[in-house]
């Protein structure tokens, strides 16, 4: 069968977004190539860096619909693949699908991500996709290519797939994962236009100016943090690659497309200690000369001096940190970290005499937290030795278990339109600690601290090129949002 990939364009807040390849698609593609004889191309649009204004605070990244159906015509699959990353994407998700159900009535489409993972059933009801592939998707998406090939399949032995059965959305349940990760592919870069990654130039907490690529070393994380639903996606359990099978990806990427900087992008690459340690160690013997960073965080809890003097010997640059809030309690009690303070001024001050460059999330909003426990984050802004921090508000993406929270406790979600462009800079739960616009306050609050804290680590590490302060989405906000403005 003939199978096309769509990595689909977005709508989002400003002309400029932060891209890396797209992953997912690309494992999907390298496993059905490399354990079948279908046909398979990717339809990237997101690469050409197209970039259409919708109206105020809202654009339209990647190729056109028209520009899209063209491609697809070109190609003629039998079967189309669409990802939605997010849940937040979906009507641009559903955008998509509509119009190639109507452009190609024929075509059997496919859905996959996190949406369609979480909400199977919803996705199959707008009669716009025939099947949803939930979870890891390698081998459903094989299954199912195989049994539309051979009628005598039944789809209902298929794992973690979607579908209408006499009129009914028929789920089956996802129970096994793949165990050994070595046994896939590296990812089909040479399907898309991958030069185009390469030089994008887009800092990415202190790397990206350079010739950049990610990578994905695991799978999964074992944590279950109230705000987080990716055990959900790749499963209970944490699985890895093994060393040997990394580094000759790093080889690989260094040798055929002379990368510089790399993205470990897994979400959480340090859970074992000796497996990082035997990684950076073969990084190191191997002399590639290459500079690294962990941009979607690690687990404070899984570092000590000993990894992460392994780590910045490996050519490791920076980290970036899950702090969520200063107040202890809030943390553990609600988000479920497990994390001391002193775990965290013990860690975070190895990191930073090492020379590693330091990064700290937090969430602002989380149920629970009142003001004087906001004031505790603001108060570790201040004395931890940081060289950046983001503050994101508490968003209850349904699948998680803050969302169950909030609906138990019949907390206010605010309704918020996936089409203003401001969405992810606004609020999403009031509670009787806080309103909507008490948040807004506490994230120019937020920032203001930090800034003034931390004015001459900022401005020497923006004039050595370490951060993104003048990186244009940034920049922007702070100036449109006033963000260092009482």
Known sequence: MKLLLVNPPVTYQTPWMQVTEPLGLLYLASYVRG???????????????????????????????????????????????????FSKKKNDFLRLAQDIRHAFPGVILVAGGTYPSLFPAEVIETGLIDYCV????????????????????????????????????????????????DQIPFPARDLIDYEAYLTR?????????????SILTSRSCPNRCNFCSMYKIHGPKWRCRSTE??????????????VQDLFIMDDNFTFSKDRVIEICEAIRRSNIRIRWNTPNGI?????DKEVLSAMKAAGCKGICVAIESGDM???????????????????????SEIGLFVTAFYIIGMPGETEEKFEKTLQQLKTLPLNGAAAA?????????????????????????EDDGNILYKPFIVTRDFSESDLMTREKRFYRTFFRAKF????????????????PPFLMRILRDRLLRK
Not at 201 to 213: N, Q, T, V
């Open 245 to 258: 099978n990394v580094l000759d990806e790093i080889v690989h990427l260094k040798q055929r497309y002379n």
């Open 201 to 213: 130039r887009s800092m990415l907490h202190g790397l990206g100016l350079k010739r950049s690529a």
């Open 393 to 417: 508000f508490a968003n209850p993406l349904p699948g998680t278990r803050l969302y169950e929270d909030c609906v138990n406790n019949d907390l206010t979600i605010l309704e918020s339109d």
């Open 134 to 181: 939930i979870g890891e998707g390698e081998r459903t998406l094989l299954d199912l290519l195989n049994a539309l090939l051979d009628s005598t399949e039944s789809l209902s032995t298929i794992e973690g797939l979607a579908f209408l059965k006499d009129s009914e959305v028929l789920v089956t349940q996802k129970t096994s994962y793949i165990k050994g990760l």
């Open 299 to 303: 687990s404070i809890n899984t570092l």
């Open 329 to 351: 309690e809030l943390r553990n009690k609600v988000i479920g970290k497990k994390l001391t303070d002193q775990k965290i001024e013990t860690v975070i001050k190895i990191a």
């Open 456 to 471: 001459f680590t900022l401005m020497k590490d923006t004039i050595l090129f370490r951060n993104g302060l003048l990186y």
């Open 35 to 85: 354990f079948s004889s279908h046909t398979v191309h990717l339809l990237d649009c997101l690469a050409n860096k197209h970039v259409t204004k919708v109206r105020q605070n809202l654009y339209w990244y990647g190729l056109t619909g028209e520009k899209i159906l063209r491609e697809i015509d070109k190609f003629q699959p039998d079967v189309i693949g669409i990802t939605c990353m």
